[in-house]
């Protein structure tokens, strides 16, 4: 059965689990593979970066007390990125970026946490 090579698409000749007609085609198409997946990491990490501010800020300000959820909101907090969630005993989820986390209390309020050794 012919091959083509993952990257430029040329014919590959040689063993059953090759995948590149030469070397050159095998790394570029790894360091581009690599470059994308860096990419998205940074990118990641920038917006956590960005929520793990917002919410130290806040909670420097005041801590355990109830918040308004616009606080975020308004500061174009990513609700959908976070490290790491706990569930307490009531079922509610507290969602952690690091060791500083969120609870939302209802729809217009939530609580910041630290926790108190996180490694
Ligand atoms: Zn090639």
């Not at 569930?87 to 309020?109: A, C, E, R």
């Amino acid at each position: 059965m012919e091959r083509s090579c993952l990257y430029c698409g040329n014919r590959v000749i040689g063993r059953i689990d090759k995948k590149f007609c030469s070397d050159s085609c095998r790394n570029t198409f790894n360091n581009e593979l690599n470059q994308d997946i860096n990419n998205l990491m940074r990118t990641t990490h920038n917006k956590l970066r960005k929520n793990y501010r917002i919410l130290k800020r806040i909670h420097l300000n005041s801590t355990h007390k109830k918040k308004s959820l616009h606080q975020l909101i308004s500061k174009d907090f990513n609700f959908d990125l976070f490290t790491s969630t706990y569930k307490n005993k009531q079922g509610k989820i507290y969602y952690f970026i690091y060791d500083i986390g969120y609870l939302k209390l209802d729809q217009s309020s939530f609580i910041v946490v630290q926790k108190k050794s996180y490694l």
